[in-house]
């Protein structure tokens, strides 16, 4: 058995042990939740942030607080992904890719086999499949929703957009160099959209679906599993450095980060015409009796 075979089973075996211990001990896990969502210091930072939100939303209506602050959130994402490829362009860090590209290009010639897999998987995160795949999810949301129908399209283009940007932001002023014979740089696109553009569109499922607790770890099992066979197969056909693919997932997880906490302007606050049936409901005057 080859070494990138061994490497593989070991990744599938500890994503899938992972999420077996987290579906079958929901309470556990539940009560850590709580108990780190109640030190003072993130419990301080979250009433901070939900303050602030509540006074955009008052002010600019749910979808201007949603713009406000998915753009305040794109210079600190971009800038900490930038940091990263700017290490990643150091050395030791430079020689530590060389040495990973050329064994896996050797484990590559041995593993013959292997290469019709791995090139399917690797097509999971690539622009014309992500975009195929955002739309029809977008689509199936929309017709699935009571109301506000445009949300999850507003939602799912707004990542796939603010992906693309700041991926090609950090690739301009970063100007990385690809592996010999291969065109990847830093970050790894495809290993980011498939945390923050999938990962996106199975947490509006899961909010639609409301399956429970078990098909919820399962789901994000599902993603953690893709994600890793994504960065397994760019780095195993060589398309991309190893520094690439962590780069890849700091940003999909930045920016699925940004957006959970953006999209709760459309959880906490009803919309315009709710709150005018509302008004219109109080302020009606009681008819006279008899």
């Given at each position: 058995?080859?070494?990138?075979?061994?490497?593989?089973?070991?990744?599938?075996?500890?994503?899938?042990?992972?999420?077996?211990?987290?579906?079958?001990?929901?309470?556990?896990?539940?009560?850590?939740?709580?108990?780190?969502?109640?030190?003072?210091?993130?419990?301080?930072?979250?009433?901070?942030?939900?303050?602030?939100?509540?006074?955009?939303?008052?002010?600019?209506?749910?979808?201007?607080?949603?713009?406000?602050?998915?753009?305040?959130?794109?210079?600190?994402?971009?800038?900490?992904?930038?940091?990263?490829?700017?290490?990643?362009?150091?050395?030791?860090?430079?020689?530590?890719?060389?040495?990973?590209?050329?064994?896996?290009?050797?484990?590559?010639?041995?593993?013959?086999?292997?290469?019709?897999?791995?090139?399917?998987?690797?097509?999971?995160?690539?622009?014309?499949?992500?975009?195929v795949i955002s739309s029809?999810?977008?689509?199936?949301?929309?017709?699935?929703?009571?109301?506000?129908?445009?949300?999850?399209?507003?939602?799912?283009?707004?990542?796939?957009?603010?992906?693309?940007?700041?991926?090609?932001?950090?690739?301009?002023?970063?100007?990385?160099?690809?592996?010999?014979?291969?065109?990847?740089?830093?970050?790894?696109g495809a290993t980011a959209?498939?945390?923050?553009?999938?990962?996106?569109?199975?947490?509006?499922?899961?909010?639609?679906?409301?399956?429970?607790?078990?098909?919820?770890?399962?789901?994000?099992?599902?993603?953690?599993?893709?994600?890793?066979?994504?960065?397994?197969?760019?780095?195993?056909?060589?398309?991309?450095?190893?520094?690439?693919?962590?780069?890849?997932?700091?940003?999909?997880?930045?920016?699925?980060?940004?957006?959970?906490?953006?999209?709760?302007?459309?959880?906490?606050?009803?919309?315009?015409r709710e709150v005018r049936?509302?008004?219109?409901?109080?302020?009606?005057?009681?008819?006279?009796?008899?």
């Amino acid at each position: 058995m080859t070494g990138v075979v061994i490497l593989l089973l070991l990744g599938l075996t500890l994503i899938l042990a992972t999420g077996a211990a987290v579906a079958l001990q929901p309470r556990h896990w539940i009560q850590v939740g709580r108990r780190w969502r109640s030190r003072p210091s993130v419990a301080a930072v979250v009433r901070q942030f939900q303050t602030q939100r509540d006074c955009l939303v008052e002010g600019l209506g749910a979808v201007g607080a949603f713009v406000v602050l998915v753009s305040a959130a794109i210079p600190p994402v971009t800038v900490a992904c930038y940091l990263v490829g700017v290490l990643g362009q150091r050395f030791p860090v430079t020689v530590l890719n060389s040495h990973l590209n050329a064994w896996f290009l050797d484990q590559k010639a041995l593993t013959a086999w292997l290469h019709l897999p791995i090139r399917a998987v690797n097509a999971i995160g690539n622009w014309p499949e992500t975009l195929v795949i955002s739309s029809v999810a977008a689509l199936g949301l929309g017709l699935a929703a009571r109301r506000r129908r445009w949300l999850p399209a507003l939602l799912i283009g707004t990542v796939v957009l603010v992906e693309r940007c700041v991926q090609r932001t950090i690739n301009v002023t970063l100007d990385p160099q690809p592996p010999p014979n291969a065109a990847g740089l830093f970050p790894s696109g495809a290993t980011a959209r498939i945390i923050a553009v999938y990962g996106l569109i199975l947490y509006l499922v899961l909010r639609r679906t409301r399956l429970g607790w078990r098909a919820a770890v399962a789901g994000w099992t599902v993603i953690a599993l893709v994600t890793f066979l994504q960065a397994y197969a760019r780095l195993y056909l060589g398309y991309h450095w190893a520094v690439d693919v962590p780069g890849g997932v700091l940003l999909g997880v930045l920016l699925l980060v940004m957006m959970l906490a953006a999209l709760s302007v459309f959880n906490e606050w009803p919309t315009r015409r709710e709150v005018r049936r509302s008004a219109g409901q109080h302020t009606a005057p009681d008819r006279p009796a008899g």
